[in-house]
């Protein structure tokens, strides 16, 4: 899911909801329900054919946009099943494994192209980070947080390492203390 509030913009939050109806529409996916009233504006799409239901590509997509004038949020959504995207996760892991991690790189993937295409309309200037979505302001800031997922990824791969190699020793230490060390004792 993508999710971002937008200030001081020189477009408004109905023109940016009826750019995104129009891009879900040029992708070939029919409106199943929308729902405007007073600065909320939702919007339910699907695409659905036995290729997509086969190749796991993106059947479902929920757009919200609300608020008015120079405040606004943009909320997408884009799932598989018509479900939220953890879900088919951990039934992959389950059940189908590469299927659904196919399904997962296939919605990742149409919401990042929506997104950039949805903040490009309603800022050029703007730069989003390719591993969460979020947006800044300049190459700067975009740079500052991607080496902040870098070092992030480092301590946890890091922490990951520490914890492997302590169940690694109480797991030998526990095989020793009940007599099963396969060494020889004399």
């Known amino acids: 899911m993508r999710r971002h509030g937008f200030v ?24 199943q329900s929308e729902d405007t009233k007073d600065n909320f504006w939702d919007l339910h799409a699907r695409k ?38 953890a879900i088919p996760a951990i039934e992959g892991v389950a059940t189908l494994g590469l299927a659904t991690a196919v399904d997962l790189h296939s919605a990742h993937e149409f919401e990042e192209r929506m997104w950039e295409q949805i903040v490009h309309n309603i800022d050029p200037s703007l730069r989003i980070c390719r591993l969460d979505g979020l947006l800044f302001k300049s190459d700067q800031e975009l740079q500052s947080h991607v080496k902040a997922h870098e070092q992030q990824q480092q301590a946890a791969q890091g922490s990951m390492m520490n914890s492997m190699l302590m169940m690694g020793m109480l797991g030998g230490m526990g095989m020793f203390g009940m007599g099963m060390g396969g060494g020889l004792w004399i």
């Open 48 to 85: 659905s054919s036995m290729e997509r239901i086969v190749l796991g590509k993106v059947r479902d997509v929920d757009v919200v946009v609300a608020g008015t004038s120079g405040k606004f949020e943009v909320q997408l959504n884009a799932g598989v099943w018509g479900r939220d995207l």
């Open 8 to 31: 001081e913009r020189d477009i408004g939050p109905k023109d940016v909801y009826t750019h995104i109806k129009t891009l879900l529409q040029s992708e070939g996916f029919k409106v």
